[in-house]
């Protein structure tokens, strides 16, 4: 039983890394538990991995199940089920690499296993955040938004280099306690000694640009209401009073969350000409969420988007591109209809076909990331490759009340900003709406389930990070890794075999 204890325990552990309990020293244990667990029985290696992920996914994505309940209509047992399911598959993402390190000798404890675990277990997280329906919530990496200095190698290798690290220290606990191999041990303290130190080095770099107040106007709609046409004008009237309040604090610019305004955007539309005139008398730009309708292809399609409007009545447009699966759209729904009972919102979206940036001026272009965006590296990475001065995350994220959903989501753009190097504004229906710099630091976040309307100041930067330059290079350099490691072992499996032959 002991193994399974502690497989259940590493899983625990990690859960408890994320937010809202934050104990982000827990996740360099987890992964020494599941080590230690398929040591004491390697028969069972497989069984334990999962067991010790799937606890992992369901207690990390709990707050799935009344979001399913409450706004999907599913009957509770059907909901933890899905839950179930999507933790189950979610586990194959640790259950492959940590089987392959056992099939390749990784675990036998030593430098080379050390190596070889974090580089196929880093390939995997990357996995997960580019298969169809990616779903890359929860990674390892993140577990570590708060530790300031040792999130800075992100410029370079993304949260993904975070992971890297986070599973190297696992390793080297585990070889420690099990077998007293003080190389790994080592490695892992040469590599976190080196992480701090260039954390101290790049936290005292300046970045330099122009800065602008921006007000934040956190609306605090309830989901069960934000729909209702009956309050539609009295929404609206809400989020220009706290607008006003915000320019009195000195914002420059306005910044609405997702779907604020919910109903279709259309220029002809009596409600969006009051609201230009009203950009017009207030002098401020406005960047505001809406759904739109548009005839493409023949076709009518919704898109999910995020619309700047200028006091000279200039108008830019973005689409959403990456959506939620059963929530804005659902899967093979053409040939497994039954899907659709599935559905948390509408699932009637369609994605946007371009990377489009929010300028206000040639120097002023804000990157949008509209919700579930925000959790995925190579989003962001591509706006501030197309000349995004600053990262925009419009969300509404009152689908998941008071519980972790909120929080968990809002760490995520932590590592945007240390990947990008750029100021990342955050603006939600319900909270959690913030500011967090070029360092990952938060400088500024809302409470939940409070309307709010701060004023914020942020520089818009031009400097491009080695990650924004060459991307997942390091992800690439781990597959290398983990080929050259991986043949070692067969070639050195092979010529032991021959020679007791």
């Not at 979610?90 to 099939?103: F, Q």
């Not at 046409?229 to 420059?252: C, D, H, M």
């Not at 559905?343 to 990157?367: C, H, I, M, N, T």
Request: aromatic share 16%; with cysteine.
């Amino acid at each position: 039983m002991i193994p399974y204890f502690l497989a259940l325990f590493g899983g625990l552990f990690v859960a408890l890394a994320h937010p809202k309990v934050s104990w982000s020293y827990l996740a360099f244990l987890s992964l020494a538990f599941l080590l230690e667990a398929q040591r004491q029985a390697p028969q069972r290696a497989a069984r334990l991995f999962f067991l010790g992920a799937w606890v992992y996914f369901v207690f990390l994505l709990y707050w799935l199940v009344p979001v399913m309940t409450h706004f999907g209509g599913l009957p509770f047992p059907a909901a933890a089920g899905v839950l179930g399911l999507l933790a189950a598959y979610l586990a194959l993402y640790w259950v492959l690499p940590l089987y392959l390190a056992r099939g390749l000798g990784f675990l036998n404890p030593g430098l080379s296993g050390a190596l070889g675990l974090a580089s196929l277990f880093t390939l995997f997280e990357f996995l997960r955040a580019k298969v169809p329906f990616a779903f890359p919530w929860g990674l390892l990496g993140t577990t570590q938004y708060k530790e300031t200095f040792l999130i800075q190698i992100a410029d370079w290798g993304g949260v993904f280099a975070v992971t890297f690290l986070v599973v190297l220290v696992n390793y080297a606990v585990f070889s420690f306690v099990s077998a007293r191999k003080k190389a790994p041990l080592l490695l892992a303290v040469l590599c976190l000694l080196g992480a701090y130190f260039y954390g101290a080095w790049r936290l005292g770099v300046p970045l330099h640009g122009v800065s602008q107040k921006m007000g934040l106007i956190q609306g605090n709609i309830p989901q069960d209401l934000k729909w209702e046409r009956e309050i539609l004008q009295e929404t609206l009237a809400k989020y220009q009073r706290l607008s006003l309040r915000a320019i009195k604090k000195g914002a420059e610019i306005l910044l609405w969350p997702e779907t604020a305004i919910p109903t279709y955007f259309s220029p002809e539309n009596p409600l969006f000409r009051g609201l230009f005139a009203w950009v017009r008398e207030i002098q401020r730009p406005l960047i505001f969420g809406a759904p739109r309708l548009v005839r493409e292809g023949g076709k009518l399609k919704i898109h999910n988007s995020l619309i700047l409007v200028r006091p000279d009545g200039k108008v830019a447009i973005y689409d959403k591109q990456q959506l939620v699966p059963f929530g804005e759209f659902v899967p093979f729904e053409d040939r497994l209809p039954w899907l659709r009972r599935f559905a948390v919102a509408s699932g009637e979206y369609s994605p946007g076909s371009q990377r489009g940036l929010l300028p206000l001026r040639k120097d002023q272009k804000f990157g949008p990331l509209i919700c579930f965006e925000s959790i995925f590296p190579s989003l962001a990475r591509g706006r501030v490759r197309d000349g995004a001065t600053i990262l925009l995350v419009a969300t509404n994220d009152a689908w998941f009340g008071t519980t972790a959903g909120p929080y968990q989501h809002f760490v995520q753009a932590v590592f945007r900003a240390v990947e990008t190097r750029r100021y990342v504004v955050r603006i939600a229906n319900t909270g959690i709406s913030g500011l967090i710099d070029p360092f990952g630091r938060i400088r500024y976040k809302t409470p939940l389930e409070k309307e709010a309307a701060p004023c914020v100041e942020a520089k818009h930067l031009a400097y491009f990070s080695w990650y924004v330059r060459y991307g997942d290079v390091f992800v690439f350099f781990c597959l290398v890794l983990a080929l050259l490691l991986g043949a070692k072992s067969i070639l050195g499996r092979k010529r032991y075999e021959k020679e007791e032959a």
